[in-house]
């Protein structure tokens, strides 16, 4: 009886334009409806797979996809793209791997069990700093109050009006990094009487991307920058703010949705002063420590950067057989593709903190931030 009643049900499909059908079935918010839709019959599948659903869903989750551009099968070396696929391959293999891919990038965006880690490549740059270098941005790339036997930390310029704001910006790790939480510790000058704390009343976030290179020139290859640099991006994402505490202790602060940053820059808003200095009276502002953490898609999702000014271009890099690494939790140690950034990334800023410490010993005047080796 049942069997009787689905042959004569009606394939409503097929009964609408394809528009209502496409509107209807934009309501199926996770890939696995869409794979569960597509299994219905070889027409749901092909309406499915040919009207791009899988991307349609993606687009509408996170936006910031839609600056892909190509999609390369990047495993065992394949170069294959939608640029040279044959003319057969592009009239029916094309919307199917599409269909895979997509399903695939928003379930590792949205189910990810990699563990969050510290996603900030680089500090750019802060709106002021009151002793350079010795008290630059650059030192909040270090977990500790202390480095080489100097404290390690980043100042504002002392201001008699407690509500001016500051600063600082960070350019994010290369890839795919879906950010969830953002963590800052104010500094405690242990080396003052009473040992005060210099931290902000509240903070925001933003994430974006530089503006075109017409209008902002190649500064941004040479970092840090002296200068302030805010007008020099487009922030596409703006938290809520969050109040701070004037203690001394790394402050988590999680965002209320997971946002999704491609090869992006990150903006931490200090908004108002507490702290006023015993020896000018003034107030300032005193980090001593940021992280960003956020899951990257690596290994199984990777970007090639076409344009990384302006209006962005990517190629996806897409390397299916490492889905699961992504999909489920492992051990870093045990996964050699997860721990190679994370040791990238070390490297990268034990080199930033060696040329602070060199500029400090050789004075401001000299403490340029070199593209090229300098000599010891």
């Not at 793209?81 to 965006?109: C, F, N, W």
Request: charged share 25%.
């Amino acid at each position: 009886m049942d069997h009787q009643k689905a042959e004569s049900g009606v394939n409503f499909l097929e009964c609408l334009e394809t528009d209502m059908s496409v509107y209807i079935m934009s309501f199926l918010d996770d890939p696995a409806d869409l794979v569960r839709a597509s299994a219905v019959s070889r027409f749901w599948r092909h309406f499915v797979i040919t009207n791009g659903l899988a991307k349609q869903l993606c687009l509408k989750t996170f936006p910031q996809l839609s600056n892909i551009v190509d999609i390369v099968n990047a495993s065992n070396g394949a170069t294959n793209s939608m640029e040279v696929e044959t003319e057969k391959t592009l009239g029916r293999e094309i919307p199917e791997r599409d269909h895979k891919v997509y399903a695939s990038l928003h379930q590792a965006l949205t189910k990810s069990k990699v563990s969050p880690k510290d996603c900030i490549g680089n500090a750019v740059s802060a709106t002021s700093t009151d002793r350079f270098p010795d008290e630059s941005v650059v030192n909040t790339l270090n977990p500790r109050d202390r480095f080489i036997r100097r404290a390690s930390y980043w100042s504002s310029k002392g201001q008699s009006n407690p509500a001016v704001p500051e600063t600082l910006i960070y350019k994010l790790r290369a890839g795919i990094w879906v950010i969830t939480e953002i963590d800052v510790q104010p500094f405690e000058a242990f080396f003052q009487p009473g040992k005060p704390i210099y931290s902000a009343k509240a903070v925001r976030f933003r994430l974006g991307h530089p503006r075109p290179l017409s209008e902002i020139g190649d500064e941004l290859r040479r970092l840090p920058l002296h200068e302030p640099a805010d007008d020099m991006f487009q922030w596409t994402y703006t938290s809520p703010e969050f109040p701070m505490t004037q203690e001394n202790r790394l402050q988590p602060f999680k965002l209320p949705e997971p946002v999704l940053c491609i090869d992006g820059y990150l903006q931490i808003e200090l908004l108002g002063r507490v702290q006023r200095q015993e020896m000018d009276g003034l107030f300032y502002i005193c980090v001593c420590y940021v992280r960003a953490l956020g899951r990257s898609l690596f290994p199984a999702f990777d970007m090639e950067v076409l344009e990384p000014y302006g209006n962005k271009k990517f190629v996806l890099k897409h390397y299916p057989e490492n889905l699961n690494a992504v999909l489920e939790k492992t051990p870093d140690d045990d996964d050699p593709h997860l721990r190679q950034p994370e040791e990238e990334m070390l490297w990268d800023r034990l080199g930033l903190l060696e040329d602070l410490l060199r500029g400090i010993r050789q004075g401001p005047n000299n403490a340029v931030f070199q593209d090229e080796d300098d000599e010891d």
